[in-house]
């Protein structure tokens, strides 16, 4: 089973969903419409909750998971990621916060209470340290990602790009599995 409910908590999807058969979903975990998650994708809300906003794509090998609540950190953190947002190939997103219309470039690793607001790039390999906050508008690089620059205005109306020719990508893959 690909897609299994933990604790009682059964995954939970939108409209026009693409999760690739190798994926893994479990637990408390929502996502928006037009979302895709790609192959050898982890994504495991079993003990705090994931929400995934629409037209956000999680690329292939991805692992998205949470901190839960203990002694050491009472309330855990949950994963939370914005609409249009495109997460790279074999990223680590764990118990973070994510906005909207952001691309994590691939590899890249984002800890526990970090917190990427709206409208940036995180380019690929970079680590943002548990607790840092990544202002919006400005390109980040590097480990620990230091701010680079801010976003042109070709890059800001990348987010939005991206965001549709991964539902268009994912739609065709729809096509494909139902003409199977």
Same mark, same amino acid.
């Given at each position: 089973?690909?897609?299994?409910?933990?604790?009682?908590?059964?995954?939970?999807?939108?409209?026009? *969903?693409?999760? &690739?058969? +190798?994926?893994?979903?479990?637990? &408390? *975990?929502? =996502?928006?419409?037009?979302?895709?998650?790609?192959?050898?994708? /982890? $994504?495991?809300?079993?003990?705090?909750? $994931?929400? @995934?906003?629409?037209?956000?794509? @999680? %690329?292939?090998?991805? /692992?998205?998971?949470?901190?839960h609540?203990?002694?050491?950190?009472?309330?855990?953190?949950? =994963?939370?990621?914005?609409?249009? /947002? +495109? #997460?790279?190939?074999?990223? =680590?997103?764990?118990?973070?916060?994510?906005?909207s219309?952001?691309? @994590?470039?691939?590899?890249? @690793? *984002?800890? &526990?209470?970090?917190? $990427?607001? &709206?409208? *940036?790039? =995180?380019?690929?390999?970079s680590?943002?340290?548990?607790?840092?906050?990544?202002?919006?508008?400005?390109l980040?690089?590097?480990?620990?990602?230091? %701010?680079?620059?801010p976003? +042109?205005?070709?890059?800001?109306?990348?987010? +939005?790009?991206?965001?549709?020719?991964? #539902?268009?990508?994912?739609?065709?893959?729809?096509?494909?599995?139902?003409? /199977?």
């Amino acid at each position: 089973m690909k897609i299994r409910p933990f604790r009682g908590k059964q995954p939970v999807f939108g409209q026009a *969903v693409f999760i &690739d058969p +190798t994926a893994v979903v479990i637990g &408390d *975990v929502e =996502l928006g419409d037009n979302c895709s998650v790609w192959p050898q994708t /982890v $994504i495991r809300g079993d003990m705090h909750r $994931i929400r @995934i906003g629409a037209r956000t794509s @999680i %690329q292939d090998g991805s /692992v998205l998971h949470i901190t839960h609540a203990g002694p050491f950190n009472p309330d855990g953190y949950p =994963l939370q990621i914005g609409d249009d /947002v +495109t #997460v790279g190939h074999k990223v =680590l997103l764990h118990g973070c916060s994510v906005g909207s219309r952001v691309l @994590i470039g691939m590899g890249s @690793i *984002v800890m &526990d209470g970090a917190v $990427i607001q &709206d409208e *940036v790039i =995180l380019g690929a390999g970079s680590l943002v340290p548990a607790q840092r906050t990544l202002e919006s508008g400005y390109l980040y690089m590097g480990s620990p990602a230091k %701010q680079i620059r801010p976003l +042109t205005e070709k890059e800001l109306s990348f987010f +939005t790009y991206t965001a549709g020719n991964y #539902v268009r990508l994912k739609d065709e893959h729809i096509a494909a599995f139902d003409a /199977v």
